[in-house]
């Protein structure tokens, strides 16, 4: 197997507290993040040989980060330099991407500036077997959707694997296309498909059905994920694995959490987690996604792979930062069905 690829913005997090101490202490706390580099850090932390793709201003802060990553393992061999400026947003700690109170700093970003013809995928696909990407990269501008297009269809030509997890972010789909009229166009070139049920229907068009969702019954659930899953794969048939996640707040800072996944026929459901209290809700998917592309790139049985993405995700709820630091002989020590 040749190397992971992962692509998108990468970003620093600002981490105000909600209560202004920041404003008194003049202390502001960042995290490096971004949705794919966090896939890509976790990939490199368990040791699969994991690459990253972004678009970055050329100084010194940049060059600071890409060493970063680099030490955490990541290959930046490829960092595509432009631009004027890095992307940034802002998200009060414990809050979650979905929450209103995030604001996004990324008009103009070196990554947002993006066109078709300037990323050499040809080379940058030498030695590749597998590339990751999500739907916050085409929610960003239309030339970067374009570019994703691009990139999927040398993808597709080479005989990549290709995952998507479609992270929905109401707040970045402002150039006047709905996630609708771009997403099932780059679908159609994935293999493994990580999302919602919720999801799914707002950005690929999948029939949502209240009736199972409104009371959060587990077994309910389940069965819209196998509807969701099979209709994704009616639609995309491409696509052969379909993961949803199902995570629910409950009480000031307690999570109910499992998930589901759909490949060959058959739907798996995880051990379902729940706890009264979390530090850091950024992350959690990027690690469930991990931890799928981890268990297929391995060979794992598909049961076996849900355990361990979701204990992955379900313990990165309490790391701060973006990105995971759980070693993989922890989970694969702790999750159930381990070899």
Not at 184 to 197: E, K, R, S, V, Y
Request: hydrophobic content about 40%.
């Amino acid at each position: 197997m040749g190397k992971v690829l992962s692509f998108g913005e990468l970003l620093l997090r600002i981490c105000p507290d909600e209560n202004g101490q920041w404003l008194e202490e003049n202390s502001l706390p960042f995290y490096v993040g971004g949705a794919e580099a966090n896939v890509a850090t976790a990939l490199a932390r368990w040791g699969i040989p994991s690459a990253y793709l972004t678009a970055l201003p050329d100084n010194y802060i940049s060059g600071e980060l890409v060493t970063y990553l680099q030490n955490q393992q990541v290959q930046m061999r490829d960092t595509f330099y432009h631009g004027d400026r890095l992307g940034l947003y802002y998200l009060a700690k414990g809050k979650d991407l979905k929450n209103t109170g995030v604001i996004y700093d990324r008009s103009g970003s070196a990554f947002a500036t993006l066109r078709p013809g300037m990323i050499n995928w040809d080379a940058v696909f030498e030695g590749v077997s597998w590339f990751h990407f999500s739907a916050i990269c085409p929610a960003i501008t239309q030339a970067v959707a374009d570019v994703c297009a691009e990139a999927l269809q040398i993808a597709t030509q080479k005989g990549i694997t290709v995952s998507l997890d479609l992270n929905y972010r109401a707040k970045l789909w402002k150039y006047g296309k709905a996630p609708e009229e771009v997403m099932p166009a780059l679908a159609q070139h994935c293999d493994l498909i990580m999302g919602n049920i919720w999801a799914a229907h707002t950005m690929l068009g999948i029939a949502l059905d209240e009736s199972l969702t409104e009371a959060k019954h587990k077994d309910k659930l389940a069965q819209h994920a196998r509807i969701t899953s099979e209709a994704i794969i009616r639609r995309f048939p491409r696509c052969r694995i379909v993961a949803n996640t199902f995570r629910f707040d409950q009480q000031e800072q307690g999570i109910r959490y499992f998930t589901a996944l759909y490949t060959d026929g058959a739907l798996s459901i995880s051990t379902e987690y729940n706890t009264d209290k979390i530090l850091d809700k950024v992350g959690s998917g990027d690690c469930f996604m991990a931890g799928l592309i981890y268990g297929f790139y391995n060979n794992l049985a598909p049961a076996h792979t849900l355990e361990l993405a979701t204990l992955a995700a379900y313990k990165k709820l309490f790391i701060p930062g973006d990105a995971t630091t759980t070693p993989i002989a922890e989970l694969k020590n702790t999750v159930p069905y381990a070899n």
